[in-house]
């Protein structure tokens, strides 16, 4: 058991949001939808889980059985209707399609389409991806969804973003590097010598694209 299992459940839910970030980013996870049941609801997680096992299942088969790279958020409805889930597309797919797919109730799919003129692929799935974090987020805090063993986001396998390290003698030489494989100088970027009350170790952050 953690020694302070709250502060351990926060770093959870940080270290998930940023994995379940990349993941999103790495794949263009720009389409959003949602999956309801119908009647009284589902209130039993381990069920949901199965569910969505079967969904993506005979989503993929619809869709010619290719590799299908996919995220999905479970929620617990505000009223007494149980759970619900969020799931992150790359590709369109017709409403009908995810709904003969989904034989429990209710579907719903968007592209992401509130941002600026001129965003990207990239930048939509940023956003789709800050919607499911959100959620994620909200998993740990609901005790109901702290069961053992239960995960509190699913990705398909074999679409991990991959991991990249460099070594340099200094961060500019780090980051010279790191532009060098991206062909652009990052559009964003922070150190924490810009922080007056940072107290961890020195840190960078940088960001390539839109």
């Known amino acids: ?97 995810v709904a003969e797919s989904w034989p429990h109730g209710f579907v719903h799919i968007k592209l992401i389409g509130d941002l600026p003129t001129g965003s990207t692929r990239l930048s939509e799935a940023r956003a789709a991806a800050g919607y499911l974090a959100k959620y994620v987020g909200k998993s740990f805090d609901d005790h109901r969804d702290r069961l053992a063993g239960l995960h509190r986001y699913d990705v398909a396998q074999g679409f991990r973003a991959e991991r990249v390290a460099f070594d340099g003698i200094s961060p500019s ?7 060098e494989l991206m062909s652009a100088s990052p559009e964003r970027l922070w150190s924490s010598d810009e922080a007056d009350q940072w107290q961890g170790p020195p840190a960078v952050w940088a960001q390539w694209g839109r």
């Open 1 to 97: 058991m953690a020694s302070d299992p709250e502060r351990s459940a926060v770093e959870a839910g940080r270290r998930a949001r940023s994995r379940l970030r990349r993941y999103c980013a790495a794949n263009r996870l720009n389409r959003l939808g949602t999956l309801t049941y119908a009647g009284a609801g589902n209130h039993d997680p381990q069920v949901l889980r199965e569910h969505l096992g079967v969904f993506f299942r005979e989503l993929r088969q619809r869709l010619g059985g290719a590799p299908l790279p996919y995220a999905w958020v479970p929620e617990w409805h505000k009223t007494d209707h149980g759970l619900h889930a969020h799931f992150a597309l790359g590709r369109y797919v017709a409403r009908s399609v």
């Open 173 to 179: 030489d780090v980051l010279a590097q790191a532009s």
